[in-house]
């Protein structure tokens, strides 16, 4: 069985390295080639026999990660994509997904870990470290949070700020205090983990309160 070609794109040439290092033993992977700028890996891939498998950086100091993936799913659509970043936001690692990645490991993955990821993305398999698993199930959990109880009250007043009323407008309305007011204001935004009006309306929304 022919050994699948492999390169590292990264900005920091220990890191080339240690993962040179880490993948020399494995007998069906060839390093074919290392590279510390996106668009010097993006010339060599226009150029050179099929690349199996890509360990590509988000941050390099030409262009993005995301433009390098962007294109060699364009140049090379068979060549697979392993992210091995530091990033560990969801919305970034969503968004290497989307681009065509076909895993996401962090930096801080231990070498076992390093090793199936790659062999799991050849074998046409989505690839994630243990810890990316983590943050990508976390917001699912957040998202399942019990939407905030409000009172009847409570509710009113939120309808009425939503509206861009003042407090005042509000109190004389309600026939209360505008210290009554401010109060709701505060435990709703307390509620809602809101820093200002503007997140607390957006919240709401996305509670279907509004």
Known sequence: MSANNLVIVDDHPIVIQGLSALLQGENDLHIAGTFTTGNAFLAFLKGAPQVDIVLLDITLPDISGVEVCKEIKRLSPETKV????????????????????????????????????????????????AEVTAIMTRPLQNELKNIPHLTKREIQ???????????????????????TVETHRRNLMQKFDANNTAALIKMASEHKLL
């Open 82 to 129: 392993l992210i091995i970043s530091n990033h560990s936001e969801r919305s970034i690692i969503m968004q290497m997904l989307q681009q065509g990645a076909s895993g996401y490991l962090l930096k801080n993955a231990s070498s076992e870990e390093l090793v199936k990821c790659v062999h799991d993305v050849l074998a046409g398999r989505i690839a994630l470290s």
């Open 157 to 179: 007043v939120l309808g009425m700020i939503a509206e861009g009323r003042t407090s005042a407008s509000i109190a004389e309305e309600l026939c209360v205090s505008q210290f």
